[in-house]
């Protein structure tokens, strides 16, 4: 089982700090492609977290289980209103099964970078397809690596600082890791909580699509579906299963 980086007391403070994320500006889009590619079929969520997109996809009558690593984060969905429409599994994405066939399998916020592995990521994706019906599709959003930010030599990268708050990325480009170091400042106090990844190109994603038997119907900059180009930070990538 791989370590659990967002049990207490991170799951307790995780809507707050992820506030913008509820926004109807950056859901409502969310919502938009996923009832699309769900249809008339269910829908899987890995890392389903607390429930921010499970319980608003369900809110538009999809049917929603979820794929979750974090005893604390689910104990936070499931005290939340319409919590009994998501079904939820206790587990890992990379190996956890859950019976039936869906439409549509998604993983939303980068959290395919919380798997710090090649081999995870590529159980990631095997794991999806073998949830999904031929034709099924599978959804990522991540953001595109910032190595242009990093100058030569360097390993950091600072993507946000404010008042009380200060991000910094940290890259080792031979492996592929990557650290997420958060510092955050009340008065006087300073809290600091580092988190691991692995960052991944689209193209190798691409590449741990196929080996799933998968192919690559779209991908967009964003939920908005705008184009995607080399100016972009993140994406949102659609595969579909091979029937």
């Known amino acids: 089982m791989p370590a659990n980086y967002f049990d207490e007391p991170v799951a307790a403070t ?3 700090l992820s506030a913008r994320m509820f ?3 950056v859901l409502d889009p969310t919502l938009d492609v996923l009832t699309e590619l769900a249809g008339e079929g269910a829908a899987l969520e890995l890392a389903v977290g607390t429930g921010r997109v499970a319980l608003a996809l369900a809110d538009r009558g999809v049917g929603v289980h979820g794929i979750e690593l974090s005893p604390a984060m689910l104990q936070r969905l499931r005290a939340k209103p319409g919590a009994a429409r998501v079904g939820t599994t206790l587990g890992d994405m990379t190996s956890a099964c859950v019976e039936g ?3 549509l399998v998604y993983l939303v916020f980068n959290t395919v970078s919380n798997v710090t592995t ?3 990521q590529v159980a990631v994706f095997a794991n999806a397809a073998a949830h999904l019906e031929p034709g099924g599709h599978f959804v990522i959003e991540v953001g595109v690596p910032q190595l242009q930010s990093v100058p030569r030599g360097e390993r950091f990268h600072v993507f946000e600082r404010t ?3 200060l ?3 940290e ?7 990557m650290w997420s170091h958060h510092h955050r400042f009340e008065g006087a106090e ?3 909580a580092s988190i691991p990844f692995r960052y991944t190109w689209p193209s190798e994603l691409d590449l741990m699509a196929r080996l799933a038997g998968m192919s690559l119907v779209h991908r967009w900059a964003g939920w908005d579906r705008s184009p995607f180009t080399a100016e972009s930070t993140s994406h949102v990538s659609v595969w579909r299963r091979d029937p």
């Open 190 to 192: 300073g809290h600091r």
């Open 171 to 177: 890259y080792d480009v031979v492996t592929q890791e």
């Open 167 to 169: 991000g910094v990325d």
């Open 23 to 25: 926004a109807p500006e």
């Open 163 to 165: 008042e009380d708050y």
């Open 118 to 120: 090649q081999d995870g």
């Open 14 to 16: 995780y809507d707050d």
């Open 101 to 103: 066939r869906f439409a």
